[in-house]
Every structure is written in structure tokens, then in C-alpha cells.
């Protein structure tokens, strides 16, 4: 979906072939923009961290590439919350905390547990343009299905990758917010008298999205842009 999404937009705006890398970047900073509205639960991941042969009260989990914010943790089998804490300034006093770097979240008091189940938010990936023909899945609007390139036709797996190197959910279910987004941003940046217009419906769009979609809170927020 990313792709016709793409060329959908090319379409729209009329943009000269030295423009296309500018349309490809303008679809994905729309599609990232409206991820980032609120936690919407259709990005939440749950997983699970196994733990073996801890000799240490603390454990160190690397970050998964695309992660935003942890929602929650629990500890097992003691079915413990830990609760955040400030990296530098963990409170000595409570057995079950974590905190987040950079680049990792480290869990206090999982000495003796097996696995930390965790619920956490992640951001859609950076989309790169497939042409027609090589794309991983491609999307039929009559039949309402994906078709796979052959390499990704093997099973639920490699579909599955398939479908996550060519759309997001709100290409798939709001395509036309996607594209609103994105056109006012090129017609922004050309300095284009209608761009004005063009946000004013894009942020109708926005409000949409906003009231269909379930989200969940994350500590106080229920959205944000830090990441």
C-alpha cells in the first residue's frame, strides 16, 4: 500500500520525475506524523523476555529497533509490575523498577523469574518505494486481498515480512489521510497558495483518525512526539 500509495500521490500532484524521492519522503513523514497522534493500539506489541542463568538482580533488554514506549511490564512467575524510575536515581527502597536509556530498559528485582511479559509501542517502519512488479504484496481493491511476490509466498512468515515491508495499517484504513498529509506538505514546501486549504482538510482527517481509533495511555500521556 505504501507504493500505490506513492504513485497515487505522484497522480495527484502532478510532480516532474526529479520530484520523486520528495513524494516518497513527504507519504512516509505523513504516515509517521499520524502514528504518532496517539499510542493507537494497533501499533502495541506484546512479547515476551525469557530470562536464563541470571546471577544478577538486574536485567538489560536492547531496545528493538522500532520501539517508542513501554506500557507495561510484568515480572513472571511472581506476576510483579515493576514501576518506572529515573536512570541515575533508582530508588534504593523498592525491589521492582526499570528504567530506559538510549538505547536499552533495564529491569530491577528478576532474580528468580523466568520471563518479563512486555507491552510496549512501536513506530511504523521507513517505508522504501517498490515498483509495480517488485513489490513483496501487492493489494487487490476488487477482491479486498494481497497477492506476494514469489520469494514471499511461502508461508504465514514470509508473508507476514511481505506485508511489513509494504504497508501500515493507516494506509490500509486511512489511505486518504496519508495522501491529504502529504500533498499539503509538497504544496507547503513549493510555496503553493492552496497548501493552506490542504491542511485545514488534512487535520479534519487527523480528528478521524483520533476518534475511531482505540488508543491506550502510556503514564500520563495518551500520545506525544518524543518518542
Not at 500505490?4 to 520523486?20: G, I, K, M, N, S
Not at 513524494?23 to 494497533?42: G, Y
Not at 490542504?198 to 500521556?221: C, H, M, W
Request: proline fraction near 4%.
Amino acid at each position: 500500500m505504501f507504493s500505490e500509495t506513492v504513485d497515487d500521490l505522484v497522480l495527484r500532484a502532478r510532480t516532474a520525475p526529479r520530484q520523486f524521492t520528495s513524494v516518497v519522503a513527504a507519504v512516509n513523514a505523513a504516515t509517521q506524523t499520524l502514528a504518532k497522534l496517539r499510542f493507537f493500539s494497533r501499533d502495541m506489541l506484546e512479547d515476551s523476555i525469557l530470562l536464563t542463568d541470571l546471577t544478577v538482580n538486574e536485567y538489560i533488554w536492547t531496545l528493538p529497533f522500532r520501539f517508542r514506549r513501554l506500557a507495561t511490564a510484568q515480572y513472571i512467575p511472581n506476576e510483579r509490575f515493576p514501576e518506572e524510575a529515573v536512570p541515575g536515581r533508582v530508588n534504593k527502597s523498592k525491589d521492582f523498577v526499570w528504567y530506559r536509556t538510549s538505547t536499552y530498559i533495564a529491569f530491577k528485582g528478576v532474580l528468580n523469574q523466568t520471563s518479563i511479559s512486555v507491552h510496549y509501542a512501536r513506530f511504523p517502519r521507513h517505508f522504501v518505494y517498490f515498483a509495480a512488479g517488485d513489490r513483496p504484496a501487492t493489494f487487490d481493491k476488487e477482491t479486498e486481498t494481497y497477492s506476494y511476490l514469489e520469494p514471499f509466498d511461502v508461508d504465514d512468515t514470509t508473508r507476514a515480512n511481505a506485508l511489513d515491508l509494504t504497508t501500515h495499517w493507516l494506509l490500509e484504513h486511512y489511505k486518504e489521510a496519508v495522501l491529504e498529509m502529504a500533498f499539503a506538505d509538497l504544496r507547503k514546501d513549493s510555496g503553493h497558495p492552496t497548501s493552506r486549504s490542504l491542511f485545514a482538510k488534512s487535520n479534519e482527517y487527523r480528528q478521524t483518525i483520533i476518534d475511531e481509533e482505540p488508543y491506550v495511555t502510556i503514564g500520563d500521556q495518551a500520545y506525544g512526539f518524543d518518542g
